[in-house]
C-alpha cells in the first residue's frame, strides 16, 4: 500500500474546501468497501478525510418526506421504525446484503458509491479493465462473466453495481443531496449512476469534492407495500444474480400503480420501467407480470455465461411482484 495522508473533517463546507484542492484524496466513512480496495490495490488515494464527526446520521421524518443522513449506519436504516412503516422494502434490501458486521460499519453515502465486483476490476492482476484501466478492454466480455450484467452494458463495460440499498432507492424515486465546491445540489436517483457507455472509469453524477448527504425518500404511500427480493448463490454474504423491489396499489384484480426496479442484473441500479408501463391497468395475475417482465428484458444483451440471467430474471419479477401483490 502507497502511503496517504490523513487528516478528520470538523465541518461539511471545510471537507469539500479540502478535498477541491487534493484531486487524488477521498472521503473516509465506513470504509468497508474503500479499505477493501486499497489493500488490493485499485484505489491508489493520495490522501483519506475522514467525515465520521459530521453531524450528518440522522434520520429524519420530513414533511417533503424521510431524509437519510448520509452518514446513517445500514443498520440504523435497516432497523428504523419509520422505514420498516413506509418503506418495507429498502429495510428489507439492507437486510439481505452483507453481514451484521459489515452493515454496522456502512454508510448510506458509502453504499451509494461502493464499486463493482467484477473480478477484472478488483485483481489488478488483470490488465484489461476498462473501469479500473481506461481504454484498455474489457476481460469479462471475452472471459468470466457469469455474474455480469444482461442491462445497461456497452462494448467497453458489462460489470453489475452490486448494491441491494440502491435498488430499492431506485423504486422509490429517491433523491441524492449533496454540498460542494458550489454548493449545494439534488440529484435525482435515477441520474446519479452513469451506465458504462464510452467511459466506464465515469459511475456516478458527483463531481470532485462533492460529499453527499443526505438521500430523500419522498413521500410514497405505495412504498408501504413494497417487498424487496433477493436471489444468490448462497443464502448469505453474497450479491445479488438477480434481484426486485416492488410497490404495487391492487384494485379491483388491476395494477391501478407500480414500482419496480431490478438488481443484479443491470451496470447500475436498474428502474424497470418498461415493465411498470406494461403493468398499469393490467390484471394483477401471473400472466401479466411475466409480459411486463419480458418488456423489459427485451433489451437485455446477455453473453455465453449470463444467458441464464434472462430466465432468472424474468421468475424473480413475477414472483416479487406476485408476493407485493398479496402485500
Same mark, same amino acid.
Given at each position: 500500500?502507497?502511503?496517504?495522508?490523513?487528516?478528520?473533517?470538523?465541518?461539511?463546507?471545510?471537507?469539500?474546501?479540502?478535498?477541491?484542492?487534493?484531486?487524488?484524496?477521498?472521503?473516509?466513512?465506513?470504509?468497508?468497501?474503500?479499505?477493501?480496495?486499497?489493500?488490493?490495490?485499485?484505489?491508489?488515494?493520495?490522501?483519506?478525510?475522514?467525515?465520521?464527526?459530521?453531524?450528518?446520521?440522522?434520520?429524519?421524518?420530513?414533511?417533503?418526506?424521510?431524509?437519510?443522513?448520509?452518514?446513517?449506519?445500514?443498520?440504523?436504516?435497516?432497523?428504523?421504525?419509520?422505514?420498516?412503516?413506509?418503506?418495507?422494502?429498502?429495510?428489507?434490501?439492507?437486510?439481505?446484503?452483507?453481514?451484521?458486521?459489515?452493515?454496522?460499519?456502512?454508510?448510506?453515502?458509502?453504499?451509494?458509491?461502493?464499486?463493482?465486483?467484477?473480478?477484472?476490476?478488483?485483481?489488478?492482476?488483470?490488465?484489461?479493465?476498462?473501469?479500473?484501466?481506461?481504454?484498455?478492454?474489457?476481460?469479462?466480455?471475452?472471459?468470466?462473466?457469469?455474474?455480469?450484467?444482461?442491462?445497461?452494458?456497452?462494448?467497453?463495460?458489462?460489470?453489475?453495481?452490486?448494491?441491494?440499498?440502491?435498488? +430499492? /432507492? &431506485?423504486?422509490?424515486?429517491?433523491?441524492? =443531496? *449533496? $454540498?460542494? #465546491?458550489?454548493?449545494?445540489? !439534488?440529484?435525482?436517483?435515477?441520474?446519479?449512476?452513469?451506465?458504462?457507455?464510452?467511459?466506464?472509469?465515469?459511475?456516478? +453524477? /458527483? &463531481?470532485?469534492?462533492?460529499?453527499?448527504? =443526505? *438521500? $430523500?425518500? #419522498?413521500?410514497?404511500?405505495? !412504498?408501504?407495500?413494497?417487498?424487496?427480493?433477493?436471489?444468490?448463490?448462497?443464502?448469505?454474504?453474497?450479491?445479488?444474480? +438477480?434481484? &426486485?423491489?416492488?410497490?404495487?396499489?391492487?384494485?379491483?384484480?388491476?395494477?391501478?400503480?407500480?414500482?419496480?426496479?431490478?438488481?443484479?442484473?443491470?451496470?447500475?441500479?436498474?428502474?424497470?420501467?418498461?415493465?411498470?408501463?406494461?403493468?398499469?391497468?393490467?390484471?394483477?395475475?401471473?400472466?401479466?407480470?411475466?409480459?411486463?417482465?419480458?418488456?423489459?428484458?427485451?433489451?437485455?444483451?446477455?453473453?455465453?455465461?449470463?444467458?441464464?440471467?434472462?430466465?432468472?430474471?424474468?421468475?424473480?419479477?413475477?414472483?416479487?411482484?406476485?408476493?407485493?401483490?398479496?402485500?
Amino acid at each position: 500500500m502507497q502511503d496517504f495522508a490523513f487528516g478528520r473533517a470538523t465541518d461539511a463546507t471545510s471537507a469539500v474546501a479540502t478535498l477541491a484542492h487534493a484531486p487524488h484524496a477521498a472521503y473516509l466513512a465506513g470504509g468497508t468497501s474503500l479499505l477493501d480496495l486499497m489493500k488490493e490495490g485499485v484505489e491508489r488515494p493520495s490522501g483519506l478525510l475522514d467525515v465520521n464527526a459530521l453531524p450528518l446520521a440522522a434520520i429524519e421524518a420530513r414533511a417533503d418526506g424521510l431524509w437519510l443522513g448520509a452518514l446513517a449506519s445500514n443498520t440504523d436504516v435497516a432497523r428504523h421504525p419509520t422505514v420498516i412503516a413506509r418503506y418495507p422494502g429498502l429495510s428489507q434490501a439492507l437486510l439481505s446484503g452483507a453481514s451484521p458486521q459489515l452493515r454496522n460499519m456502512a454508510t448510506v453515502g458509502g453504499n451509494l458509491l461502493q464499486r463493482t465486483r467484477c473480478p477484472y476490476f478488483r485483481d489488478v492482476a488483470f490488465a484489461r479493465c476498462n473501469k479500473r484501466a481506461p481504454g484498455s478492454g474489457c476481460g469479462a466480455r471475452e472471459g468470466v462473466h457469469r455474474t455480469n450484467a444482461i442491462l445497461g452494458g456497452s462494448e467497453r463495460c458489462i460489470a453489475t453495481h452490486p448494491s441491494d440499498m440502491a435498488v +430499492a /432507492l &431506485a423504486a422509490f424515486d429517491a433523491v441524492v =443531496h *449533496v $454540498q460542494g #465546491p458550489n454548493g449545494h445540489r !439534488a440529484i435525482p436517483f435515477d441520474q446519479f449512476h452513469l451506465p458504462p457507455g464510452e467511459h466506464p472509469e465515469r459511475e456516478h +453524477a /458527483l &463531481a470532485h469534492g462533492e460529499l453527499i448527504t =443526505h *438521500v $430523500q425518500l #419522498p413521500t410514497l404511500p405505495l !412504498a408501504g407495500r413494497s417487498h424487496y427480493l433477493k436471489v444468490r448463490d448462497r443464502a448469505s454474504y453474497e450479491f445479488a444474480l +438477480a434481484s &426486485a423491489c416492488v410497490a404495487l396499489e391492487v384494485a379491483g384484480g388491476q395494477v391501478r400503480a407500480v414500482r419496480l426496479a431490478l438488481g443484479g442484473v443491470g451496470t447500475v441500479p436498474w428502474r424497470a420501467r418498461l415493465a411498470e408501463a406494461a403493468l398499469v391497468g393490467a390484471p394483477a395475475t401471473p400472466e401479466a407480470f411475466g409480459r411486463a417482465a419480458d418488456a423489459e428484458l427485451a433489451q437485455a444483451r446477455p453473453l455465453r455465461d449470463n444467458a441464464f440471467k434472462l430466465k432468472l430474471a424474468r421468475a424473480t419479477i413475477v414472483r416479487a411482484l406476485g408476493e407485493g401483490a398479496g402485500a
